[in-house]
Structures are given as structure tokens and as C-alpha cells.
């Protein structure tokens, strides 16, 4: 009896595919990376499908974001590290940052899938090293994941010796569990001192450091200024918390009460990694 052709093939490809990776990692000094693509900025979706996915999620549509500027609005790698809490613009955009990595809801990677805003994660290694995998498909959707070192100390109190083992060590983990050398850091609790940024300039690779103007907490956005506003170009902090850390709340349901305000004050999300 002969078997179907395109079985043979598959299984030639299979065993071919097999033997090349075999070879390939007994000659490389390293173990590769599991992903090599660098995230790049998801393709827009049709603005039906995207009505819809706002709808879905009870949360008034916000516009796509503007196209990036020409020329990043934050000038990096002449020497100095800049310390980022808001991006120079006089468009109505914000950006979206998510801290730490403590809960991993598939929920939100739905809405993440459903919505296709952008945001940046900020990820310490202590806390995603139970499931790198987690944030892969975020990665995938064109979010960056950067530096927000390996066990989230106050830096304030530690040598220069110890900056440097919680940044660049970090910097060399998510390297290879993302397969792309993050490019900002951001201090835990946004403490830093002039030995951090000597710290993150040794490391390589990363290019400025990331603070940011309102904190979203469980249903309200804390403000830094006291009109209680956003403005143009202001980077907000969010947490991959869930109901452990938000008295019973889900972190959808925290990202879509975040993403209503944002809305009602007229402002849309636009993608860091552009304007940095
Ligand atoms: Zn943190």
C-alpha cells in the first residue's frame, strides 16, 4: 500500500528540520534565543473589527494611533542616558506601560489580541521567571518588553556593583528568553541615582531611562499634576496585577476602566519604542 505523498513530505521535512537544529545547536557557543524577530508594529485592523473589539469589551473606541514621527522626539545615544517622563508632542497621545509581570491572565492577552493598542512591558526576572511564555504573545502583537531589572530593589541603597548585576543581568536574560536586547530601563519604585544611569550605560543596548506622569491604580488614574489631566505625551504606569493585588479585580477589568478614562479625556495611545 503506498502511502500518501504529501505524508512522505512532511515527515522528510520533519526529520530534515530535526537534524538541522541538532547540528545547529551542537555547534553554537550558546543556546539560541527562542525568538529571533524583533516586534515590530502590528498591522492596523480593518476599522469595523476594530469597533467591534472595543465594543466587546465595553470600552469607547479610541482613535488608531497617529504615524510615528520622522525624527524620535527624544534624542538618545550621544553619551548621556535621558530620564523620560513624558515625550515632547502636542498630539493627543499617551503611552501605556505595564510593570513587573506578577499576574498572567490569558484574559488580558485576549483583549490585548482583540484590541491591538500599543503599550511597553517593564519585566523584573524574579517575577516572570515562573512563565517567560506568558508574555510572548504580547510580544508578538508588536509590544516591546524591556528592563525593570532581576529582583526589583530600591537602587537607591545598592553600590554601583550591585546596579550593574541587577541591569545588565537582566538585560542578558531577557535577551535570550525574547530574543531582542531591551533598549529602555526602568528603575523599581522610580528610584535612581547618578550610579544608576552609569549602571545602564555599562550594560549596552539600552538607551534611556523610562519614569512616567499617572499611576493607574485599581479604578482611578492617580495624577502627578494637580489639574488632574493628561497631557500630550505622558507615559502612564500600569501593573500586571490581578485580583490578589486589586481587592478582587481582574487587571481587564483595571485596563479597561484605565482605557475608558484615557477615551473620555479625548487622548489615544501611541507606541514608545517610535518616539524614544
Ligand atoms: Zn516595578
Known sequence: ??????????????????????????????PPARSTA??????????????????KWGIPLLPPPPAPPAVKPIRT???????????????????????DGAEKDPKFVQMMRDLKIPFTMFLTDDIIKNDYGFFRPLQAL??????????????????????KHEICFQQTKLTHEYGTAPGLFRPPYGNYNADTRTAVKSCGGLRAMILWRESMQIKKVQFQRP?????PGDIILAHFRGPAQLKGESMTAMTANLLRQIA?????????????
Open 1 to 30: 500500500m503506498r502511502a500518501p505523498r504529501g505524508k512522505i513530505f512532511l515527515l522528510l521535512a520533519l526529520l530534515l528540520t530535526t537534524a538541522c537544529s541538532a547540528v545547529d545547536a551542537a555547534h553554537s557557543p550558546a
Open 38 to 55: 524583533a516586534p515590530s508594529a502590528p498591522k492596523p485592523a480593518p476599522a469595523d473589527d476594530r469597533a467591534a473589539a472595543f465594543r
Open 77 to 99: 545615544g550621544d553619551g548621556a542616558i535621558p530620564v523620560v517622563s513624558d515625550i515632547p508632542t502636542d498630539q493627543k497621545i499617551v503611552f501605556l506601560t505595564f510593570d
Open 142 to 163: 508588536g509590544n516591546s518588553i524591556q528592563n525593570h531589572t532581576l529582583s526589583h530593589p530600591d537602587l537607591h541603597g545598592r553600590s554601583l556593583a550591585q546596579q
Open 227 to 231: 489639574d488632574k489631566k493628561f497631557h
Open 264 to 276: 473620555s479625556q479625548g487622548f489615544t495611545l501611541a507606541r514608545l519604542d517610535d518616539y524614544v
